[in-house]
């Protein structure tokens, strides 16, 4: 069972930015995919942006140009850089990491970011 955990979530003006972390407490370098979901309140979780274990990244319209994702094999940590950010990017940001098989997929307990000035 992998362990995530995520942090650098807060409260920032728009316009803002914020670094999001994501801590395995397994090696990630082997791993299919991994990437950052985010739920606003009363929404599904939606794909924020996804990074493979090629390094192909996939990014959800509403964040191209502005976030980036970034993985640190040898620090097991999986990041996103949310530059620009606008009161509709405020959600519990979850970070999610898919193995090679059906019954490994995990989940990190989630960290709020709010946008408002």
């Known amino acids: 069972q992998v362990q995530l955990v995520e942090s650098g979530g807060g409260l920032v003006q728009p316009g803002g930015s914020l670094r999001l972390s994501c801590v395995a407490s397994?090696?990630?370098?082997?791993?299919?995919?991994l990437g950052w979901y985010r739920q606003a309140p009363g929404k599904e979780r939606d794909l924020v942006a996804r990074i493979s274990r090629g390094g192909i990244t996939n990014y959800a319209d509403s964040v191209k140009g502005r976030f980036t994702i970034s993985r640190d094999n040898g620090k097991n940590t999986l990041y996103l850089q949310m530059n620009s950010l606008k009161p509709e990017d405020t959600a519990v940001y979850f970070c999610?990491?898919?193995?090679?098989?059906?019954?490994?997929?995990?989940w990190g307990q989630g960290t709020q970011v709010t946008v408002s000035s």
């Open positions: 397994e090696n990630i370098a082997g791993s299919k995919f």
């Open positions: 999610n990491l898919v193995g090679w098989f059906s019954s490994q997929n995990y």
